[in-house]
């Protein structure tokens, strides 16, 4: 059988702690593909953030806890975002702002308003250009049409209009 345990913690809401764990449960034991660490965490905060409501499911909603965290912390350079070899040593409040990016950055791509093809399709070229050795940046530039550069900016556009698909 699984179990969770959660330890409560202020500021963290325990339904989207184990939806989160869940998403990680379910994409790690049901597909062979292995996801770079920023999908990985991203992806499980972007469906950890769902609702149940007078008979409807939600997906997608925005992450406030993220939000405000990114809005009053240093951000990180989506390259060390998109490769955090050393994130084993980075500090608490540097993996917060990796879980916030990685969010906001799987959001952004999900709902990528500039992007006619299906993010699952840029997916799939981004980690098929992986396993043929390319780096993770160049991989990322090549599959999703956008420098990283453009992707720092770009995000952070994203999150300061404030319009959140979620289906």
């Not at 702002?97 to 993010?119: C, I, K, S, T």
């Not at 940046?137 to 420098?147: C, D, G, K, L």
């Amino acid at each position: 059988s699984n179990m969770i345990v959660i330890r409560e913690a202020r500021g963290m809401d325990e339904t989207s702690t184990m939806l989160h764990e869940y998403v990680h449960f379910l994409v790690r034991n049901h597909s062979e593909q292995h996801y770079p660490k920023w999908y990985d965490e991203g992806f499980a905060e972007y469906l950890g953030m769902s609702d149940v409501s007078h008979g409807n499911f939600k997906i997608g909603l925005a992450a406030e806890h993220r939000r405000s965290s990114l809005n009053y912390s240093h951000w990180i350079p989506m390259r060390r975002i998109l490769e955090p070899d050393d994130y084993a040593d980075w500090t608490r409040e540097m993996k917060a702002m990796f879980y916030g990016e990685a969010w906001a950055l799987v959001h952004f791509l999900q709902n990528r308003p500039d992007r006619e093809v299906p993010f699952p399709q840029d997916m799939a070229k981004y980690l098929e250009l992986i396993e043929q050795g390319q780096g993770s940046v160049e991989a990322f530039e090549t599959a999703f049409a956008i420098s990283e550069d453009k992707l720092n900016r770009q995000v952070k556009r994203y999150l300061e209009a404030g319009r959140f698909r979620y289906f």
